[in-house]
Nanobody
């Protein structure tokens, strides 16, 4: 079974930056295709960024130009660099595959953007 552990969240002022990490562990898996999602209470989990096996990336319009996804295969870790953060970016952020079958969801990491 694959375990996903997200980290790097916290409280940041508008305009600030954070880098989230997603460490994957287990056996017999690949992080070739991975995505970052975010969820606010009462709403569905939305994908904000995706990286494919050949390092092509796709970024949601709401965060385009501010968020960047990257991957370190040697560390089985996926990153989300978030710049120019806005209060609307406040959410719990998760990583997982961009399609089914999903890995078991991690706990996520809370990002709060507030002055």
């Amino acid at each position: 079974q694959v375990q996903l552990v997200e980290s790097g969240g916290g409280l940041v002022q508008p305009g600030g930056s954070l880098r989230l990490s997603c460490a994957a562990s287990g056996t017999g898996f690949s992080i070739d295709n991975m995505a970052w999602y975010r969820q606010v209470p009462g709403k569905l989990r939305d994908m904000v960024a995706h990286i494919s096996g050949d390092d092509r990336t796709s970024i949601a319009d709401s965060v385009k130009g501010r968020f960047t996804i990257s991957r370190d295969n040697a560390k089985n870790t996926v990153y989300l660099q978030m710049n120019s953060l806005k209060p609307d970016d406040t959410a719990v952020y998760y990583c997982n595959r961009p399609f089914s079958p999903y890995f078991h969801w991690g706990q996520g990491t809370q990002v709060t953007v507030s002055s």
